[in-house]
DNA sequence: CTGTTAGCGCATTCAT
DNA sequence: ATGAATGCGCTAACAG
């Protein structure tokens, strides 16, 4: 605990033979403006240096009321690796822009959430990014829409704030792509519900995105087998379809989980992924990888997204309410039956 | 943007009709001590709700040196919930205690680690949660050492750091006795190296518990099919293992992607779980919901350690160096095949 | 019991 | 081109 004696700027104007004034100056790179001699400047410089000086956080931000700290809020309850990817992008970018990142998790408790913003909001961040797990619809906390926020992985339509999101309908393209890039001689449906529950907006966009490129290739769309996303809905819903005679050369899940689920199905009834059938998936978790065959999926880009989304924050170009769409990268396995 | 003015100690003093000091020593519980007049209290207090006043932390971090706030540093890769978990039981406990988490990845680079260790020090972080997503022995910052430091998932021999960990020992006991309260009629294995490869601890504590538990049964560990943590090695070496003609009526994997890989094997070669064979994990991560049957799973606590990190660290009653064991529950699934 | 006074370290306006 | 003076908002000796 015993920290060395931090030095502060007057030992580094003292040491140096000028005023605080002039140290401030050009330690704050204003020397220009000021027009400072250059001698004296260097003098500074080396002061600083010898003395290992390093401005106290705490009296500039009291002077200057910002903080070079930015404040992450999102609901994500525990698991998933959503929280730290979207985190290692916000957090290398706010790095980048000398600034750090605090967070807050609400656990989709309003009333925490509101506490989390207000503390914030003391303790003056420049800005705080809003973040969900499920890309959806939401009413940001009251205090927050006078401040610099950023939306992630959602929208607020009533308030229209400078959102970033992936670029769902363009992954649903890609998705098809990707399977049309093999061979598909067959039926292809998708597999996951489309009702916006939780206020998810991706299915919609995605399906979208996977009959214009359907159709644009001249194929189309067989059904939708509908199911929540996750390993079991996915499991029934594939499993019934299979046993009530139905068959398919091409499968979209419309998440990694839905993927497994429907892995699990196919593989009960003697079906080999890809010769019988190719899947495509999305989200590019780390499930996708581990599946035999490892599945191709489109990937949700966390840590491009916090990344943007710190950038979008801290720009100065005061830029208007503006929604960025980061593309859906894919990570491609071995789900899908090569051509010839 | 157009923030409301906020209002600050002495406004509230002069609405209340007393000095700044005065209102000081009331609004931070100090009147006790103080003995002061408790009309004067009462006025202080509604002259401070109704201003709204919030203390300007800042200021108070000027003055006290200190910040209600802790770093964590980790050197976490994207991806696994470890991050997420973590962070959200950290959270919680420095909710508690009125502290804020700021986050400083290292990326695994200790250029980037010092650097992080240097911002967080430079901003008087009240203390430093020095993380690793690997259970392993580590050689923290030198700037760390003199600090406020509690070591997660990790010790470091050298400094004798207060660290906190999960009880692996005990989590290997605990994955045999979830084994044997099922049938199990045969040899039992367990699938995954001991090689401390990237320093983890976690294996040989794990193997230790389950040896001295399977003795203290009156069984013995048939033998163990060593294999790097992931899912294809595991399938590869329990593929081979099967193919050799061996057999086993228990298996426990030493994390939920080795248990992944086992089960792609098992089914290849025919084998149901738990009719055939029964299986246990450690790690207690979504996967392990998401099999069929679903896995039973020995947990790594991360919010736990999180927030028992949070604690130890603001913890003022100074205790030494010491190093607390985290029980791992279980998440307990269907493949162990049921007694009777 | 309460008020006066004095900084914490820095940025900045205004002189020179 | 540089310095003196001031105050950000708060806490804490030290008076009374």
Redesign the pocket.
Known sequence: MATVR?S??????RRA?????????I??G??AQ????P???DRVLKAAADLR????P???S????TTRTVGVISDLVAGGSFASQMLTGASAAARMLAHLIVIGESQGDPQLEALLVEEMLDRHVDGIIYATLATSEVSVPRPLRQQRVVLLNCVDRATQLPAVLPDEYEGGRTAVAELLAGEVPGEIHVVGEMSSEGGSLAGPLRLDGIRDALREAGRDLAGVLSCPWDVAPAFDVVDGFLRDGGRAAGLVCLNDRVALGTFQALAEHGLVVPDDVSVVSFDGSELAGWLRPRLTSVAIPYADLGARAVEMLLDTKEQGPSVVRVPMPVARGTSVLRAR
């Open positions: 931090k502060t700027l007057s030992d580094v104007a033979g000028v005023s605080a004034t002039t140290a401030s100056y330690l704050n204003r020397s000021m027009r400072i001699a001698a004296t400047q000086y390093r401005p106290n705490s009296a500039r009291l002077r200057t009321s």
